[in-house]
T-cell receptor, first 111, second 115 residues
Framework: SQQGEEDPQALSIQEGENATMNCSYK?????LQWYRQNSGRGLVHLIL?????REKHSGRLRVTLDTSKKSSSLLITASRAADTASYFC???????????FGSGTRLLVRP | DSGVTQTPKHLITATGQRVTLRCSPR?????VYWYQQSLDQGLQFLIQ???????AKGNILERFSAQQFPDLHSELNLSSLELGDSALYFC??????????????FGPGTRLTVL
């Protein structure tokens, strides 16, 4: 079973609004990565944040990490219809560095 | 385009059969990972190879096996297929075996349907 839980499971917003997705995990992590998946297609790597980092930015994406709360959030600003996809957080938690995925958030951006 | 290629894109087969999925990592990447995505289990790690050697094992069934060849491409073999093996199978690659900055880049996946 997955270690990560994401909320909300589904999010519907208007184009131009911001979208925030949250991810919680259960054990200490090495890093946490966010991925986007369009309807049954491949996973696109968005951003990686290390356990000793608190915030990272990439274009319209902002990721925060709170290791004391074992949680991370992904903020997409000024959303576009093309942002419609499922978003997954994935953490590496031990020396193997395999990814443990959350359950994902389905984002719908209405034009 | 991540640079990771997977073939075939789609595979339809019958129960009891055996199939081979193929993955070519990004140029320069030494690690290959296999993941399974199904509706009931979500995305699950199966196995990792680094420079030809098995590095880590996850929830991989005994009916499944994998290997990484000297040219670093990898194959996932699925045998005695069952209906429940129907899923999307992803390959990912990364430069190193691990490390805090070891980003994994995913291929487009192979959709396996077992009838």
């Amino acid at each position: 079973s997955q270690q990560g839980e994401e909320d909300p499971q589904a999010l519907s917003i208007q184009e131009g609004e911001n979208a925030t997705m949250n991810c919680s995990y259960k054990t200490s992590i090495n890093n946490l990565q966010w991925y986007r998946q369009n309807s049954g297609r491949g996973l696109v790597h968005l951003i990686l944040i290390r356990s000793n980092e608190r915030e990272k930015h990439s274009g319209r994406l902002r990721v925060t990490l709170d290791t004391s709360k074992k949680s991370s959030s992904l903020l997409i600003t000024a959303s576009r219809a093309a942002d419609t996809a499922s978003y997954f957080c994935a953490a590496t938690m031990d020396s193997s560095y395999k990814l443990i995925f959350g359950s994902g958030t389905r984002l719908l951006v209405r034009p | 385009d991540s640079g990771v290629t997977q073939t075939p894109k789609h595979l339809i087969t019958a129960t009891g059969q055996r199939v081979t999925l193929r993955c070519s990592p990004r140029s320069g990447d030494l690690s290959v990972y296999w993941y399974q995505q199904s509706l009931d289990q979500g995305l699950q790690f199966l196995i990792q190879y680094y420079n030809g050697e098995e590095r880590a094992k996850g929830n991989i069934l005994e009916r499944f096996s994998a290997q990484q060849f000297p040219d670093l491409h990898s194959e996932l073999n699925l045998s005695s297929l069952e209906l429940g093996d129907s899923a999307l199978y992803f390959c990912a690659s990364s430069p190193r075996a691990g490390g805090s900055y070891n980003e994994q880049f995913f291929g487009p996946g192979t959709r396996l349907t077992v009838l």
